[in-house]
């Protein structure tokens, strides 16, 4: 099988230049082709009176080893790699020891799922409920203020990322296609097929939903069991060794291996593991507000006179400012098409994060604007930068008006540095409400100081981002972890044996396919340690701000 990548051709070409660019840049009669399929299919849509499609084919032909014989080293042609998933190893039949997943969010599910995949039956406790319920839990708060802290979307089945615009790109190295191994089983449980070639690819809330329940029955049927509402308050260690975890209940479960994919919100849990003298340290991440614009306006300034285009869909957006007082203002976790949901998990504090559905079809767009901290910002503990996210989020209650509401303010009115009183043309999307108000004394004047520079600036990359009825809502700090549960090449604690951080809340990834593709490589290692092999070497980058 052949790779031809940067096959570009015009966005509303036939089907057939396909099949025409192929015998062109192979130069072979049409008798020779057999057969393709497109890998990949993104859009170049820096001339916007000129938007092309830019294609990564793979190509059968006849006599593959002749064809580059003749054709010699040629651009864009190679071998296809292979990129099947192959598992590191089969439990054995007698294998007594269950490793504990704790955590059912994207990292969790890829660990749970390649863990029963391999035979080795996993236990999954999850502390908040199945994902349906979990809903529920969730509408409870956007409809009726109630809050339930087990329950939200931070908690439950499915993580955070359930309650996502189900973004599948990342920017993570990925050597050995984990991220295609996470796009196959996607699809296994019912995701749409395009997830598997287009660029950038997403799913949409609801449709996560049934797939989360899709892979907690693949999992159950390889052996698996989940337990939920079921907190682990505790771990068991013996010099550095962990022997167990112990529930909210008082359950002692025994086992020597643990999958710890807790995500970013999990604060009682850090500081648990922080008593009990597990290794972690401050971990720089983000804070900001949710910007909602026009949807239209977003794909005009992107897409020309093709937006609209079905190819296209809605046009998401990537900024990013340096400001004057040397912080990074950019735009995370944009969410075309979508809304601004309530994403605390604790009482009287508010915080806000971006959802789409997989149409994409709402009439806001909704980006994350934030600025970019580190530990010097919030120094001492290691869990300093929890107590900084939560006192920002008690701000946001009280200038929201102490019901939840989220505090707002136009645009215009935020970069004059004057409140807003009422709404203009652009509705927010918030639930339960918005309260308008004054953002400045939200966050840190430094932030307040950089996103006040940031948001014209904006307006010289994407015509009219500076709309003045333009609606910011507070506060956003959910963006990563505040602490990292640092690791060693094997996948392992610092300093505690048999413990396995991972994904977003260990502070080595950021978002849904590199929380995953996490999952899969401590589930390796883990698997690996249950079978002997001691030497486990894995590549334990950093977590990454992949929006």
């Known amino acids: ?98 490793p504990v997943v704790i955590g059912f969010g994207p990292c969790g599910i890829f660990a749970a799922l390649i863990l029963a995949q391999m035979g080795f039956r996993p236990l999954v406790l999850e502390r908040g409920k199945v994902v349906r ?9 956007w409809r009726k203020r109630e809050l339930n802290p087990e329950s939200n979307v931070q908690f439950g089945e499915g993580g955070a990322g359930t309650f996502s615009d189900g973004k599948l790109h990342s920017q993570i190295k990925d050597p050995k296609h984990y991220g295609r191994k996470v796009l196959t089983e996607f699809v296994k449980a019912h995701a749409p097929e395009e997830i ?35 907190r682990v308050v505790d771990l068991d260690i013996e010099n550095g060794q962990m022997r167990g975890v112990v529930l909210e209940g008082g359950e002692h479960i025994a086992t020597g291996h643990v999958v710890l994919a807790v995500g970013h919100s999990a604060r009682d849990t850090f500081q648990m593991l922080y008593d009990r003298g597990v290794y972690v340290e401050a971990k720089p991440f983000s804070i900001g507000f949710r910007a ?13 006179k093709f937006a609209g285009h079905p190819l296209l869909g809605a046009a998401d957006y990537k900024l990013v400012h340096h400001a004057r007082n040397g912080r990074s203002v950019y735009s995370f976790c944009m969410c075309p098409g979508g809304t601004v949901v309530a994403a605390t998990s604790e009482p009287e504090r508010v915080v806000t994060n971006g959802m789409s559905q997989y149409s ?45 509401d989220a505090p707002g303010q136009l645009l215009g009115d935020f970069v004059a540095g004057r409140a807003s009183t009422q709404l ?103 698997a690996l340690s249950m079978l002997g092999h001691t030497d486990v070497r894995g590549g334990a980058q950093q977590g990454e701000q992949l929006y």
């Open 424 to 526: 203009g043309s652009v509705q927010p999307s918030y639930k339960p409400g918005v309260h308008m108000t004054d953002l400045g004394p939200s966050l840190p004047d430094y932030a307040i100081e950089a996103i006040r520079e940031a948001l014209p600036a904006f307006d010289r990359q994407i015509r009219g981002y500076a709309l003045h009825d333009a609606v910011l809502t507070g506060v956003e700090t959910r963006t990563s972890s505040p602490v990292r549960v640092k690791r060693l090449d094997n996948f392992q604690s610092l300093n505690t044996r048999g413990l396995f951080p991972a994904g977003e809340g260990a502070g080595y990834a950021g978002g849904i396919l590199s929380a995953a593709v996490d999952g899969i490589k401590v589930a390796e290692a883990l």
């Open 1 to 98: 099988m052949l790779r031809l990548t940067n096959v570009i051709l015009p966005l509303d070409h036939p089907e057939a230049d396909l099949t025409a660019a192929i015998l062109e840049r192979l130069q072979i009669p049409a008798q020779d082709l057999l057969g393709f399929t497109i890998f990949r299919r993104g859009y170049d849509a820096r001339k916007r009176s000129a938007i092309t499609l830019v294609y990564t084919l793979h190509v059968e032909v006849r006599d593959e080893a002749a064809l580059l014989a003749r054709l010699g080293p040629v651009a864009h042609v190679g071998i296809a790699p292979d990129t099947s998933y192959k598992f590191v190893g089969q439990a054995p039949a007698a294998v007594k020891e269950r």
């Open 292 to 304: 909602e614009h026009p949807q239209s306006l977003i794909d005009r300034a992107r897409f020309g």
């Open 133 to 141: 319920e979990r809903t529920k839990d969730t509408w409870g708060l």
């Open 360 to 404: 994409r079809n709402e009439r806001n767009a909704n980006s994350g604007i934030v600025v970019g901290i580190t530990p010097e910002d919030y120094p001492g503990h290691p869990l300093a930068g929890i107590d900084f996210q939560r006192e920002l989020e008690s701000r946001a209650f009280v200038l929201g008006g102490r019901t939840y």
């Open 196 to 230: 598997l070639y287009v660029s950038k690819p997403h799913i949409g809330t609801f449709r996560l939903v049934k797939m989360v329940e899709a892979m907690r029955a693949t999992i159950e049927s390889l052996g698996g069991e989940f337990r939920f509402e079921s």
